[in-house]
């Protein structure tokens, strides 16, 4: 699977299991996502992905790189939707 494919898929789990916020965005944590067996399943390197997608501005969150545990709390949020 190439990286294209995997940001579509990232972005359809992020708004299976988000919630919008208060400006109308699609928003889940890490930690859903992380511990999400279907994530886990189709993810190879969630954190890859999730960096991949960072850098093509379809989402946005705190920092540079994830780790489970400490930054379970930290939300992703979704800035395109197509």
Known sequence: ???DQEVGLLVEEIKRLGNR???GRITVTFGTLFNDP???NLFETLVGTLRAAKRKKIISY????LLQGVHDNVPI???QED
């Open 77 to 79: 949020i979704l800035l």
């Open 21 to 23: 916020n208060a400006e």
């Open 1 to 3: 699977m190439n990286v």
């Open 62 to 65: 705190e920092g540079e790189m």
């Open 38 to 40: 279907r994530c886990a």
